[in-house]
Each structure stands twice: as C-alpha cells, then as structure tokens.
C-alpha cells in the first residue's frame, strides 16, 4: 500500500503563486510516476500534470504548462506542484496520485492511490 498526504493549499490572489506538496509513505518502491489533478465543484476531476518517480520527464495539461511545475524529492519521497500566475479558473481541490505502471497517464482511473486533496481558492 501507498498513502498519499497533500499540503500547501490555500487562497491567494490571481496572479500569484503556491507550492503544494505530497508526501508518500509505504510501498514507495512500486510506484512508476506521480500525478497532479484537481476537481472544481460539480466537475470532473482533471488531469494537471505527471512525473516519473525514477527518473523525471514531466508532462503537463496545455491549461498549465508555461504556468506550473511539477518536480519531486526522492530522498524525502515527496512531489511538488509549483502554480505560477494563478487565475480564478484555477480554483479547485488539488489532488497528487500515484501509479504503478505507465497505463493511462492523464485519467483518474489510471491510478492506484490518492491523497486526500487540499484546496486551492484563486481571488480576483
């Protein structure tokens, strides 16, 4: 098994930034790559970005990339998402999951473990 424990969210105005943060605990060894998604009320939940666990090659939704960063700690076996120039649409509770194997990268049902979510509020 994998737990998964999300922290950094929070409000911030549009135009700023945040750093959330995903700690993985356990059967670390097994997992192949790591994903950020997030889920607005009454939405889908939407892939954001993955990055290998061994490795890196990170991928990125075309609603982020030049805006966000997702990069990783293997020593602390940790993943992080860096939001830059946030805008209101990017309001949403983020979620980091892991995988372990390459199928369905971009789809939730791609994912064998999820942390909890932590809330991202974007103001005008």
């Known amino acids: 098994q994998v737990q998964l424990v999300e922290s950094g969210g929070g409000l911030v105005q549009a135009g700023g930034s945040l750093t959330l943060s995903c700690a993985a605990s356990?059967?670390?060894?097994?997992?192949?790559?790591m994903g950020w998604f997030r889920q607005a009320p009454g939405k889908e939940r939407d892939f954001i970005a993955r990055i290998r666990w061994s490795g890196n090659q990170p991928y990125y939704a075309d609603s982020v990339k030049g805006r966000f960063t997702v990069s990783k700690d293997n020593a602390k076996n940790t993943v992080y998402l860096q939001m830059n120039s946030l805008e209101p649409e990017d309001t949403a509770i983020y979620y980091c999951?892991?995988?372990?194997?390459?199928?369905?990268?971009?789809?939730?049902?791609?994912?064998?473990?999820w942390g909890q979510g932590t809330q991202v509020t974007v103001s005008s």
């Open positions: 999951a892991a995988q372990r194997d390459a199928l369905l990268p971009t789809r939730p049902s791609g994912y064998n473990y």
């Open positions: 356990g059967r670390t060894f097994g997992i192949y790559g």
